[in-house]
Every structure is written in C-alpha cells, then in structure tokens.
C-alpha cells in the first residue's frame, strides 16, 4: 500500500504544477498587458517630466485615463516587474504562441502610446534635422544651433549644448526621418524601435535555439523585461538598435559566418560605440579558429563606416571616443558609484573616483579575456563586461542595463541573467523613495 | 555514487530548479577559481544591495527635508502654489535648499518669483527661511539674474553686486 503511494506521489505533483502553472502563467500575462495599457492610456493624458513634452502624437487615446503621476507610475512599474518575475519562473508553462502573443501585444500598446520617460529621441531628431534640414555637422554642434527649429524645445534641458555621441550609421540612419515632420520623424523613430526590437526578440529566439536553450525563456525574458518594455521601447531608445546589431553578431557566430558575425559588431558600434565590447571576445574565442576572417570582416566594416563617417562628417564623425569620455564624466543620481559614494558618506562621486572605476573595470575585462582565452563561453564573457560597464558607470540610465541582457538569456551561464535581473531590480527599487515619502 | 558527488551532494535541494544547479556543478567543475569568482560576484552584490538600500532611505529622508521646504514657502509667501521649483546643493554637502515661485498666479516662472532659502532641521514640518532673492519672469535661478536679497542670503553675497 505505503509503495503504491510512493509511487502515485510522484506523478499527482507534476500533474497538478502543470494544472495551475499556465493558468498563473497566463494571468501574470495578462496583468503584464493590463499595466502596460494603463500605463500608455494614463500617460496619454500628459504629465512632465514622466511624459516628456511633446508633439501630440496620442491624443487619440486622450479621455480614457487619467494624468500619470509618479507615484502611480512606480506602482505601475513595481506591479510589471513583479508580474514579470513571476511569468520567467513559470515560462516553461507558456507556449510559443502565448509568449509571441504577450510580448506581440506589449510591443504594440507600447508603439501606440506617447514617447516615456526620456527626451533622448528628441535629440536623435535635432541631429537629423540639423544635418538634413539645416545644413549644421551635429558632431560639431548641439541641438541649441537650430533653435528657431521647432524640435528645440523638445531636446532635453542637458543636451542642448552638447553634439551628437551617436555613431555615424545610426546619425545617418536617422537622415531620412527628418524632412518627415516632428511628427513623422517620431512616429519613424518609434517604427526603428520596434522593429530594432522585433529584430532583436528573433535573434534572442534563434541564438536560444542554437544552443540548445528554451526560447520562450529566452524571449519572455527579455521582450517582457520591464526595463526593456517601459524604458527602452517607450522611449523609442537607439540601444534597441545597437542590441539587434549585437544579437546579430551572435547569431551569425554561431552559423559559423565570422567575418560577418565581426563586421556587425562594428555596425553596431557605429550606432552606439559600447557595443564594440563585443569584439576582442570573440577573436579570443576558442572555437574563433577564424579570427583571421574576423579581423578582415572587422576591419572591412570600419574601414567602409570610416569613409562613410568622414565623408558626411568629416573627421569629426569618428571622434566617438571624445564623446564618450564626455558623457562618462557625467554623473547621475542612480548610478551604483554613486550610492557606493553615498554608502562611504561622500557626498558624490569625485575625479578619483572615476580613475578607480575605470581600474577596477580594465581588472574584469582583463580577468574576462583571460576566462575566454581560457575557453569560458564569450557570449557569457561579452555579457559580464557589458553588465560591468554599466555597473561601473557614473551615468547610468534604465536602458543601459538592457545591454547585457539577450546575452544573458541566451548563455548557459545563469549566473549572468540572475546578475543582470538583480541590477535591473536594485535600479527599481531606488527609483520607489518617491513611493516611500512623497514630495508634495 | 553520481549523484552523491553531484550538486545534490553539495547542499543543493534534489528539487532546486535547474539554473540553480546549473551553475553549482559548474562550480565544482571550476574549483577554486569558480568559487572566487562566485565570492566576489556575491561581495558585489551585497555591496550594491546595501547602497541601493542605504541611498532609498537617504532619499526619503531628502523628500521629507523637501516637502518641508514646500510647505515651509507657502507659509512664509501665503500662496497655495503647486509649482514649486526647489534647488538642492547639487554637491550634497548641505541641506541648504532654494525654493523658488511666482509672486502672482501664473504659469511656473510665468511671473517675477520669489525664492527662498531655507537651513536647518525640519521642525514641527516646516525649515527656517535663510532670507532670500527675487527673479524676473522666465529665467532660471542664476546667480546673475537675482535681485533685492534680503535677509542672511544678501550678507552672503548671492545676488550680484
């Protein structure tokens, strides 16, 4: 009798999990859509800085919402992030069709809606328009050149003086968007985030399968990632861009095409620089017995981006690095130096404090070359330096911790999505103090 | 035997999901250098938990200091005003805020302001107002657009001369 239990027991516990599994996981689903659309249809209703200013382009979702404060907005954020947790423990219990589906919907609420949360595209405007529209280098000069142009008063109060840090594919990528309108080129740049996303979900999906992982965890966890949805696909981040770039040279590396695989990694640097992190990993792989093709599809591409970038903006289109030196001495209030500093009762982040960031992130990288020369998995190596950056970075924005993730849900190396969910959560959770004591 | 010496064996549940395991056999795979690794990436991470909780405390001490600034301006100025610009020491070293707003209803910075400074502890809600300056219509709160100090502000020189 005592066996004949024992061996019942076994087969009621699954059979009941797979009962209730894609049940919850379904319902968690449909609270991830629900927020989503509360979400679009409150800020549709307008509220700065929340809804930054901007052409109308949702006021045909007007009157069903109401204005998005903040504290609704973190209730919001904190309910999508729980919903998502919940959905990436049970995504073995969704079906393709129903993760397609959920993250199909997510996307599409998300485009519809006004731009969230960041001006950004609105400087991605300004330096269309400037080059197309007004004749003006935007690595040469900020948004403030063409003041009398009707973006201005859009780009955020911080960029106004400041040229492009954008690489010369994206800058030109943006050309054709600018004789559109302000309205149009939006409604474009929103088009080039989603489909930079779309690109992005189908290369997690396929790179998952090549190695053997689920796709629908792969996919669920990063097309449903509330970082991803809110702030990347909200407001309309070219990081969605660079990602696709990179889930391209990832893809293409595991089909074995290297010189192809190379050369994307230097297009997507040339839509935003960081992703070129990707690059000594993959020469140093073990399985790159190719790096001679990869050095020459590198080398093809950035010598074609080079001509390209010099021949729209002289030389001033390759000074990325310049750029990028500028924009690391910034300082914002959520990035982890800060709190660090915080922690040790500095008041902020000093110059020092910078040279001993960019130490410690040379050691990782260097220990990070070392485990792939090693024969560490450099997907997972790329990831690590990726999360690393952002970590040690004194400007750190929600989109910038997006980048480690498709690699983290497509590597073996687990360790990688928990580090980077774990970040992404320490991010929110910093943002809820107006939750917790509300200035009014 | 296998499992024995397998991740079960090293104190892992035989039920713990399997990207919990994943990463232990790993680790018995890897040695020593695994098990550094996993030190420091759990030293980092508690180290990024306790700021991430030690800066959300910090800054809802900061939220009440400013809604006591707030309240502290609409006391001393007699108009319920919603739009309030507040300055903080950017450099974090004091708790000296500026709280800046229109003299007459308008849109924010639609009409001359008046900006308060404000010292000390929050007591019984509200600051002690340090003195302070004017702002014509639609600027920001710059040194050299200030006028008429007054108070302690105007001993310490932040309106130009």
Redesign the interface.
């Known amino acids: 009798m005592s066996v004949a239990i024992e061996r019942r027991e076994p087969r009621v516990a699954p059979a009941r999990s797979e009962q209730w599994a894609p049940a919850l996981a379904g319902a968690l689903a449909l609270v991830l859509v629900a927020v989503a659309a509360k979400l679009v249809l409150d800020a549709a209703e307008g509220h700065r800085p929340l809804v930054p200013t901007s052409p109308d382009i949702a006021s045909w979702l007007r009157g069903v919402g109401q204005r998005l404060e903040y504290r609704d907005l973190l209730i919001l954020l904190l309910v999508f992030t729980g919903a998502y947790a919940g959905l990436l423990a049970l995504a073995r219990a969704l079906s393709k069709r129903a993760a397609l589906v959920l993250i199909g919907a997510l996307h599409a609420i998300i485009f519809a809606g006004p731009i969230l949360l960041s001006t950004d595209v609105f400087s991605y405007i300004a330096y269309a328009r400037m080059g197309v529209e007004h004749g003006l280098n935007p690595y040469v000069h900020g948004p403030i050149a063409i003041y009398h142009d009707p973006v201005y008063r859009y780009v955020g109060q911080d960029w106004k003086h400041v040229a492009t840090a954008y690489g010369p594919l994206y800058t030109l990528l943006s050309y054709p968007l600018a004789p559109l309108g302000l309205r149009g080129a939006l409604w474009g740049m929103k088009l080039e985030a989603l489909l930079a996303s779309a690109a992005t979900l189908w290369l997690v999906w396929r790179c998952a399968r090549a190695r053997q992982l689920d796709p629908v965890i792969a996919i669920v966890a990063v097309g449903a990632n509330p970082l991803y949805v809110i702030y990347g696909l909200g407001g309309a981040h070219n990081d969605l861009i660079m990602l696709a770039a990179m889930m391209a040279a990832v893809s293409l590396t595991l089909g074995g095409r290297d010189a192809a695989a190379a050369a994307s990694v230097v297009a997507g640097a040339l839509v935003k620089v960081t992703v070129a992190a990707l690059l000594p990993f993959m020469l140093l792989a073990r399985r790159a017995r190719h790096a001679r093709a990869q050095l020459l599809g590198a080398a093809v591409a950035l010598g074609l981006g080079a001509v390209m970038a010099v021949a729209a903006f002289g030389a001033h289109g390759l000074d990325l690095i310049a750029a990028l030196n500028r924009d690391a001495a910034f300082v914002s209030s959520d990035s982890f130096p800060t709190e660090i500093a915080h922690l040790f009762g500095k008041p902020g982040v000093f110059p020092v404090d910078h040279d001993l960031l960019k130490a410690a992130l040379v050691v990782i990288v260097a220990h990070l070359l070392w485990r792939t020369w090693r024969g560490f998995d450099w997907i997972a190596a790329a990831g690590w330096t990726l999360l690393a950056i952002a970590v040690t970075s004194t400007w750190l924005l929600a989109w910038y911790i997006l980048w480690p993730l498709p690699l983290a849900a497509v590597t073996r190396d687990r360790r990688l999505l928990v580090a980077t969910l774990a970040v992404q959560a320490m991010f929110i959770v910093h943002q809820t103090a107006p939750l917790l004591a509300p200035v009014s | 035997m296998s499992s024995a010496a397998g991740p079960t064996g090293r104190g892992l549940p035989g039920g713990a999901p399997g ?2 395991r ?2 232990a056999a ?1 680790l018995a795979a890897g040695g020593r250098l695994g098990l550094l690794e ?1 030190s420091v ?1 759990v030293l980092a ?1 508690l ?10 405390v ?7 200091r ?2 006591a600034d ?1 309240r502290t301006w609409r006391a001393y100025t007699r108009h319920d005003y919603r739009n309030l610009n507040i300055n903080q020491d950017v ?3 004091s708790t000296r805020d500026v709280v800046c707003g229109n003299t007459a209803p308008g849109a924010p910075k639609a009409r001359v302001q008046l900006c308060l400074q404000m010292m000390g502890p929050v007591r019984s809600g509200r600051r002690s107002v340090s003195g302070g300056w004017y702002l014509p219509p639609r600027v920001e709160n710059v040194r050299r657009y200030r006028y008429a100090c007054f108070g302690p502000a105007a001993a310490e020189h932040r309106c130009p001369p």
């Open positions: 990207w919990l994943r990463p790993r996993a990436l991470g180290l990024l938990a306790t700021a991430t909780v030690n800066d959300l910090r800054q809802t001490h900061v939220n009440h400013l809604t707030l450099r974090g070293q």
